[in-house]
Nanobody
Framework: QVQLVESGGGLVQAGSSLTLSCAAS????????MGWFRQAPGKEREFVAA????????YTADSVKGRFTISRDSAKDTVYLQLNSLKPEDTAVYYC?????????????????????WGQGTQVTVSS
């Protein structure tokens, strides 16, 4: 069993930055693939970014590429999402997710229903 706890959300102005954290606990959690997804009111959950177990392979959605960066600290079992140049359309609940399925490629990381474990989410609100 894996537990995920997100933190770092808040209310910020457009153009600001935030760092979201996802603290993971559980057996072998350092070997898990980790992802960030977000869901805005009235919209479906969408992929934001993901990282492999080593932190050397990352995937980022085109909508946030160049502004958001995912990273992981395996020593702390924590995954981060750096959000820069925030826009009002980035307003959403941001979720951390994890899975350890044997797969590779973009679909292995960007598909929400492949993830087995989810955090409770952290709200990010960007005002104009």
């Amino acid at each position: 069993q894996v537990q995920l706890v997100e933190s770092g959300g808040g209310l910020v102005q457009a153009g600001s930055s935030l760092t979201l954290s996802c603290a993971a606990s559980g057996r072998f959690v350092s070997t898990y693939k980790m992802g960030w997804f977000r869901q805005a009111p009235g919209k479906e959950r969408e992929f934001v970014a993901a990282v492999n177990w080593s932190g050397l392979t990352t995937y980022t959605a085109d909508s946030v590429k160049g502004r958001f960066t995912i990273s992981r600290d395996s020593a702390k079992d924590t995954v981060y999402l750096q959000l820069n140049s925030l826009k009002p359309e980035d307003t959403a609940v941001y979720y951390c997710a994890a899975h350890n399925r044997a797969c590779a490629g973009h679909g292995c990381y960007a598909t929400s229903n492949i993830y087995d474990y989810w955090g409770q989410g952290t709200q990010v609100t960007v005002s104009s």
